[in-house]
């Protein structure tokens, strides 16, 4: 179990119709609320009881024993607060025991993988931080539908667990989660970091490598297909992945956000790398192309393709999802695709 234990901001919730001076307000109260250091924590379930002791920062890390419920799925711990000094009201963490009928897990990526974020460029991604809100914030084109049928899997009803890896700070965990909901973007276990505010911290390979072992080691029986983008280390991150577990990782998916002809063909090498390790890489800039891949390799059901294209068609629309604040179309990228069944191919 991973929480903190902060002060209350009392936050209202994110709307489309906030102002951007509303917006950054909010941001701001949340990126400096205040932890509870050593705070006591009672967690309990129907079949257990414990008490735990948060951190110097407010953190609870711990493993906490009991009995999923009957064929896996979501289910929760509930935590309170033990010191009387502190009015808290009894909050209910939701835990993700994979089903016996998943196939396979998801790890992702978030900034420009799910959430349209600019983190190349830090002005333009502080900006969307700052003014924007979960209401506000956008997807790429046709991400919903597809992680919906990655969770499906190709026959449907898999229940594939998906794991948010980022490194975004803990306090905009619940801008995430209302981002995931408002999207109609499957709910999984999002786990960032601490950082203070900073442009030198935005990258942090270790902590996401390490985050990734974790979740590989805690579910050993299920293969991984890993998502991420170009923009920041995840193709040298995944790479390293699939030599250190070559039969675990059955895809990475990378996203091209910007088309710099060096940074694709040093992800090109690395794909190579990937095939030679027994899995396989796909680099592009559209979802489409991507849940195509993942069709043809049975992950994911032909079936959900047309709804993927329709998702995409509607997020590329002239409505409320055209494009994220700031953020400029870039132009069309060939895709690349290494495949250890196919070969390289290189697709217009």
């Known amino acids: 179990m991973l929480a903190r234990v902060l002060q209350n901001e009392n936050l209202p919730r994110p709307d489309p119709s906030h102002s951007k001076i509303h917006n950054m307000l909010s941001m701001l109260k949340r990126l400096e609320s205040d932890p509870l250091p050593f705070a006591r924590i009672r967690a309990w379930s129907a079949d257990r009881k414990e008490e735990l002791t948060a951190d110097d920062e407010g953190y609870v890390r711990a493993w906490l024993d009991s009995n999923p419920k009957s064929g896996g799925g979501w289910d929760s711990v509930a935590l309170e607060l033990c010191d009387p000094m502190y009015r808290a009201p009894v909050v209910h963490a939701p835990i993700l025991v994979p089903p016996a009928s998943a196939t396979f897990a998801v790890i992702s990526d978030m900034d420009d993988t799910v959430l349209q974020s600019e983190v190349t460029n830090f002005i333009r991604a502080a900006g969307m931080v700052l003014l924007e809100n979960a209401r506000t914030r956008l997807p790429f084109a046709g991400v919903a539908a597809f992680y919906r049928a990655l969770q499906e899997g190709a026959a449907g009803g898999a229940g594939n667990p998906i794991f948010y890896v980022s490194s975004s700070p803990w306090n905009l965990y619940d801008v995430i989660v ?122 994911i059901g032909k079936n959900s393709l047309p709804d993927i294209r329709e998702e995409k068609r509607a997020d590329e629309g002239t409505g409320d999802k055209a494009a994220a604040p700031g953020v400029e179309r870039a132009p069309p990228t060939p895709t690349i695709v290494v495949d250890k069944d196919v070969g390289p191919a290189e697709l217009e």
């Not at 950082?195 to 299920?222: C, F, Q, V």
């Not at 192309?289 to 043809?296: E, F, G, K, L």
């Open 178 to 299: 209302d981002f995931l909901e408002a999207q109609s973007i499957p709910i999984g276990p999002i786990l960032l970091r601490d950082w203070d505010l900073g442009p030198s911290l935005l990258r942090n390979a270790a902590h996401k490598k390490s985050l990734i072992y974790e979740i590989l080691a805690t579910y050993p029986s299920l293969p991984f297909i890993l998502i991420g983008d170009s923009t920041q280390e995840d193709p040298e991150i995944y790479t390293d992945i699939v030599a250190a577990h070559p039969s675990r990782i059955v895809a990475v998916y990378i996203r091209n956000v910007r088309p710099h002809p060096e940074r694709s063909a040093a992800v090109h090498q690395l794909a190579r790398q990937v095939t030679e390790a027994g899995s396989t890489l796909v680099l592009a800039d559209d979802t489409l192309t991507v849940a195509s891949h993942a069709a043809a390799h049975g992950w």
